[in-house]
């Protein structure tokens, strides 16, 4: 039986709906996840939600512990992950108030713990990355986002920055150049420590601001929150749909 967790990011403190049934304090292997995870029912549906930046506290991008977070899902039985992630846009079609369920990536950080492969085993693990989002999961998602007739974009190359500041404006032409459509900061490592793990991935973009040097606009974190308490009800609908769906 597949069991959904839900990432939230920035804007997605708490997963609105969600009937919180209990609360996992875990210790891992790899130290404390970012808050504790909390497990509930989504309609009628059982699921886990984690805020990935910790809550009240507010944990920047290149800090957070992204294996003790994908180790206490993966420990609760969690089958299938679906990230929120706030991004910007770069491709003319991806404006803010956008809804991008991305099919690629391209990894732009560093000094990350990428992965759980220490070589103390004396094997290699060479997961299979082509297609960085699970396939199943994703088509799962269209599926609900037609069904709910919510506009959104279907594929999109997410490049993921090391953060936590904002990118230049040559800085986003080199990723456009390179065929970038969205720009984060959050969607790596934990698309690849989750395909490390054996769960399924997915991610969900919320575009909430023109990326640096396209927009005369200044990019502020009050413009921001303006676009990301719109979509988070858009987000939240899709949620819904999804636990709904007889997947889980």
Not at 7 to 35: C, F, K, N, V
Not at 66 to 80: F, I, P
Not at 84 to 96: F, L, Y
Not at 187 to 193: H, I, K, N, R, T
Request: glycine letters at 10%.
């Amino acid at each position: 039986m597949n069991v959904l967790g839900i990432i939230g990011g920035t804007g997605i403190d708490q997963l609105q709906g969600l009937q919180l049934a209990d609360s996992h304090q875990l210790d891992t292997p790899y130290g404390e996840p970012s808050r504790a995870v909390q497990e509930g029912r989504l309609g009628d549906q059982r699921i886990f939600f984690l805020q990935r930046h910790g809550s009240p506290r507010a944990i920047p991008p290149h800090l957070i512990n992204y294996r003790a977070n994908l180790w206490a899902l993966q420990s609760l039985g969690v089958t299938d992950v679906v990230a929120i992630n706030a991004v910007g846009g770069i491709s003319a079609s991806m404006r803010p108030g956008r809804l991008v369920i991305p099919d690629q990536l391209i990894d732009y950080t560093w000094g990350r713990e990428h992965t759980f492969d220490t070589g103390a085993d004396g094997s290699l693990m060479h997961i299979d990355f082509t297609h960085p989002y699970d396939p199943a999961l994703r088509d799962a998602l269209l599926e609900v986002a037609r069904q709910e007739q919510l506009p959104h974009h279907g594929r999109g190359v997410h490049g993921v920055m090391q953060g936590p500041r904002l990118e230049t404006a040559a800085e986003i032409r080199r990723m456009e150049r390179d065929g970038c459509d969205l720009v984060g900061m959050t969607g790596m490592p934990e698309a690849s420590l989750s395909r490390e793990l054996g769960m399924a991935y997915a991610s969900v973009c919320m575009v909430v601001n023109a990326a640096a040097g396209l927009d005369d606009k200044p990019l502020t974190l009050d413009m921001m929150r303006e676009t990301l308490h719109s979509e988070s009800a858009v987000v939240r609908r899709l949620l819904l749909a999804l636990a709904a769906s007889g997947r889980y």
